[in-house]
């Protein structure tokens, strides 16, 4: 038995049920819903009040139950309840969406509040397997719909809100505003979802929701959340397949693909890129979101050691690449997907397979682009790249000089992505012993890490 439970005793408190009434309703709920085993009495609903923890799905059902009777959600956290009692729901594809709805609110407030089991949460490879799968059957079971996408006032300010976002996180890391955004889509967004629409009306909030998620899921990754940003994946993915946009779908499993090579589970990012590119096969496509797909799918492969498989998806992106035009209707969330961006992916994967000279070459051409755009996040990631190349060709001095520039870049942003690279690139240079180049760059690098 715990310490006493003040939240419940609050949260009971602000109603008129009694102990008898609460454990009544419990016990009735539980049998609609199924759960013909559950017990309760006025004992049991004194022992939660003295810290007990009833075994799931009693906490989600009070959880329930006090939503219902105040007309917003309660949950199990705001009742006291400690994480471990409950079923990780943002790590579960729910085929309900009203399930996911309370899901990804839940998830929402978690991140909010900051709560401890969240920021401490890993990454579990195994629970992209499921939703991956469920988005892709429901995808492709769908009709290609050239007017799917409803432009409606009710989310033009959610809409434009994320392009705001999805700059600031573009130019100054996940970490820069994730805060603000999680607070914003918890108190705006989620909200919206509850809410009585017409079906047309319902799938654009869902889009809008599933854009917003998304982003807050690859602020999280950036920020080295990794645990927190996978479970805002699954809930976007699954915001996207209520949306029936399945070029959505595919974005949303290209981030899962690159965050499950870059955890060290190239088998699995390949899996979910190529999924990502089976959904788009049935819809009108974006181009850009192909070209992605493909480079992430070409990441993977040269972490397998599949030399001829990575060249050959890094040519597939480029020609998926080259169909972009700026007459074409990408979507928002699409913009970043460019000569920086991609270019950048493609010296990582020559880097991989052992072609310094090709991911030089790449890395050269993603530094330009970043540079004009001023995005130091993507300018820090390719310049280390170049960093390592020129490692693998012996020459320390190139390498250094480039180090220095993937410091002073780093220093401008909140990314966790960019201080990797910049420890990645003090691990490459451990060959090359107690070189004085070697300690002037950890000298150098030990200020922005500790920052």
Known sequence: MGSPNTQLADWLSRTDWSRGKLARTVKAKATELG??????????????????????????????????????????????????????????????????VEAVAELGRADVDRRTFLTGSTF????????????????????????????????AAVRNMFGTFQEMDIFQGGGAGRATLASYTNEHVYPLLRRSYTEDVRRALAEAAAEQTYLLGWMAYDDGEHGTAQRYLIQSLRLAEESGNPALGAHVLAGMADQAALLGHPDEGRRLAQAGRAGLSRTPESDACLADLWALEGRALAKLGDRQGAIRAVSQSEAAYAKVTPDSEEAEWARYIDPAYLNGEHAQTFQDIGDPDTAATYARLSIDHARAQKRARRGAMSQAALAVSHLQRRDLEAAHAAGLRTLSLTSQVQSSRAVEAVQNLKRQMTPFGRHPLVADFNERARDVLAA
């Not at 049991?44 to 007309?71: C, K, M, N, Y």
């Not at 988005?135 to 432009?151: I, M, Y």
Request: negative net charge; contains cysteine; proline residues 8%.
């Open 35 to 100: 759960h013909l085993h559950i017990t309760c009495d006025t004992s049991s609903v004194r022992r939660w009040l003295e810290g007990q923890t009833p075994r799931p799905p009693v906490p989600e059902i009070l959880a329930d139950l006090f939503s219902a009777h105040f007309g917003f959600r309660v949950t199990t956290y705001d009742l006291g309840f400690t994480p471990d009692s409950t079923p990780d729901r943002s790590l579960v594809y729910n085929q309900s969406y009203g399930a996911t």
């Open 124 to 155: 579990a490879v195994a629970a992209a397997v499921g939703p991956s799968r469920d988005w892709l059957l429901s995808t492709l079971d769908q009709q290609a719909d050239p007017n799917r996408r409803v432009h409606l006032e009710d989310v």
